[in-house]
T-cell receptor, first 109, second 113 residues
Framework: GIQVEQSPPDLILQEGANSTLRCNFS?????LQWFHQNPWGQLINLFY???GTKQNGRLSATTVATERYSLLYISSSQTTDSGVYFC???????????FGPGTSLSVIP | ETGVTQSPTHLIKTRGQQVTLRCSSQ?????VSWYQQALGQGPQFIFQ???????GRGNFPPRFSGLQFPNYSSELNVNALELDDSALYLC????????????FGPGTRLTVT
């Protein structure tokens, strides 16, 4: 099956700093999403981005499908950005969703 | 618009017992997926239900089973509980036409002793 890797596994940032999270996947995929899981366990869908670039406020994401990676950019980080960021892929629509191991982000004041 | 809800929030069971977890999907959604998230790991896909039938399954044994009801709510049943079943169980709903727009519930934390 598809393997999903995320880096770095852990990240500590000072409030206001920028960061880039990476997701590599081992095979072509039809769907790719980024999620944020807050410290209370709630998973929030950030981006659906099988290819191209999207932006939503301080967050943006880029997927280069031909090279099998996606990047999540967080600018001007805030303490509320803390939590775990997951990349999840599907090889085809309606297939099982495969999550990566996540990047744990801590933003300190 | 009502979001995805799950019950109970927390549950403690003994090895060998059976458990039923419940999920109410978001209004307008007709597809429900269940995930198991062990501590420190990403969620793992258990199965998905659409039109009251299982529509895809991950690498979980048959003692993990589910149901979807006509109102699109769903149950996850686990028989013969094992210690390794201790995890956060997440339910996500979506509409069949937009499978990538999944909305997750808050989860049920299951502890097996």
């Amino acid at each position: 099956g598809i393997q999903v890797e995320q880096s770095p596994p852990d990240l500590i940032l000072q409030e206001g700093a920028n960061s880039t999270l990476r997701c590599n996947f081992s095979d072509s995929v039809n769907n790719l999403q980024w999620f944020h899981q807050n410290p209370w366990g709630q998973l929030i869908n950030l981006f659906y981005i099988p290819s191209g670039t999207k932006q939503n406020g301080r967050l943006s994401a880029t997927t280069v499908a031909t090279e099998r990676y996606s990047l999540l950019y967080i600018s001007s980080s805030q303490t509320t950005d803390s939590g775990v960021y997951f990349c999840a892929v599907e090889k085809t629509s309606y297939d099982k969703v495969i999550f990566g191991p996540g990047t744990s982000l801590s933003v300190i004041p | 618009e009502t979001g995805v809800t799950q019950s109970p929030t927390h549950l403690i069971k003994t090895r060998g017992q059976q458990v039923t977890l419940r999920c109410s999907s978001q209004s307008g959604h007709n597809t429900v997926s269940w995930y198991q998230q062990a501590l420190g790991q990403g969620p793992q896909f258990i199965f998905q239900y659409y039109r009251e039938e299982e529509n895809g399954r991950g690498n979980f044994p048959p003692r993990f089973s589910g149901l979807q009801f006509p109102n699109y709510s769903s149950e996850l049943n686990v028989n013969a509980l094992e210690l390794d079943d201790s995890a956060l169980y997440l339910c996500a709903s979506s509409h069949r036409t937009k499978p990538y727009e999944q909305y997750f519930g808050p989860g049920t934390r299951l502890t097996v002793t």
